[in-house]
Each structure stands twice: as C-alpha cells, then as structure tokens.
C-alpha cells in the first residue's frame, strides 16, 4: 500500500479500513435481518390463529392449561412452528450474507466468521438447552425470557465480531427478554416483538447504512 504524505489522514482510515475487514465480518446483510423478522412474524400468526385459537385458548391460558404433562398437541404445535422459523431465519442469513460477500468481493468463510460462529452459538445452545429444561420441567412461562434474554447475549457476545448495529440489537432483545419474564401472560407478544420487529427494523437500518 502506498502512502500519502500530503494527507497522512487518509492513510490511517485506510490501514484501519484494512484491520477491520481481516478482524471482523463485514458481509452479514440486513436483508437477513428482515428475512429472519419475517419469518418470526409469520410464525407468530401461526402460533395465534391456528395453533392456540383454535384450542380456543390464549397465551396465558395455554401456560395454565399444561398440567403435569408437556406434551401435548399445543405445545407440540408451537415447537414445530419455532423450530421452522428458527430454520428460515438461519437459511436468510447464509443466503443474504453470502450474496452479498460475493458482490463486495469479500470472503464468506473466514476466521472472522468461525470467530463470530462460536462466540454466538455458545450462549445460543447454553439457553437452547435451558429453555428444554423450562419445558420439561412446567416452567414454560419463562421459556419466551429465557429465549429472548439469551439470543441477546449471543448477539452481544458476537458484535465485536461484526457490524456495532449487532450489538446494540443484543441489549435490545435482553431488555425484551426481562420485560418478558415480568408480563409473563403478553409472552407472545414480546416474542413478536424482539425476534420479529427488532429484526425488521434493524435490518432497514443496516441495509440502508450498509449495502445501497
């Protein structure tokens, strides 16, 4: 690289331009952000009109409604459902992410990426796996907390890795998650709000800031 004596300025945004791209990934697109929202959003109908309407119950009669048993047609619903948004959401990221690395000429798999990888699915699968706990154990009414406060960990624990807007999108979806475990009968609609309009919304933010 050469340097510019006449404008030494530029040449320290440019190394910075430089150190950044080799330590952080750079090609995650906020059109994921809005898939991954979608999705959460779409799935939330479906959890409300089809699965707890018609049972011709609500949220916080579904949590009372459990008994000593789990399993059962509701709870089976809402997890099949879960489990297709959490596969849609993971699918827009990969696709969007790559399509964009491949337009900005930069590379997808990188140490970067394997970095920003485990440090966000740590506490991913650690809450996962709590929130199966809660299940079994009839506490469900802090499934949606846990959900919400522990996928705002792992964002905060990868957005050193990544665009600053993640990390600011993790404290949100913890501050939700708290909100969630205090008006534990509006779960549903905390839900909604952190996994499908904070991502709607930030991801408009990143792709208007980043990609056009």
């Known amino acids: 690289m050469k340097t510019n004596l006449a404008n030494p300025t530029e040449d320290l945004q440019a190394i910075r331009g430089i150190m950044e791209r080799s330590s ?13 929202g979608v999705c959460a959003l779409l799935g939330a109908a479906v959890a409300w009109i089809f699965i707890l309407d018609s049972g011709n119950l609500h949220y916080d009669e579904y949590l ?5 048993s789990p399993i059962n047609p509701v709870s089976v619903g809402l997890s099949i459902t879960a489990l297709f948004v959490l596969m849609g959401a993971i699918f ?3 696709y969007f992410s790559f399509r964009r690395a491949r337009k900005t000429g930069l590379k997808y798999w990188t140490n970067s990426t394997r970095r920003l990888l485990a440090h966000l699915l ?8 709590f929130a199966v706990i809660l299940i ?4 469900t009414e802090l ?4 959900m919400l406060i522990f996928y705002g960990l792992s964002l905060v624990n990868a957005g050193k890795f990544t665009l600053g807007e993640i990390h600011y999108l993790g404290l ?5 998650g708290v909100l969630a475990g205090i008006f534990i009968s509006h779960g549903l ?3 909604s709000l952190g996994f499908g309009v904070m991502h709607i919304v930030y991801g408009i933010v990143m792709y208007y800031r980043y990609e056009r």
């Open 189 to 191: 609609l905390f839900w």
């Open 143 to 146: 499934v949606v907390s846990v």
């Open 64 to 68: 009372c409604s459990i008994g000593s």
């Open 122 to 129: 740590i506490p991913l699968i650690s809450g996962g796996i």
């Open 92 to 94: 827009g990221a990969i």
């Open 24 to 36: 952080k990934f750079l090609s995650l697109s906020g059109l994921s952000g809005i898939f991954a």
């Open 136 to 139: 079994f154990r009839n506490n």
């Open 172 to 176: 949100t979806e913890i501050g939700l």
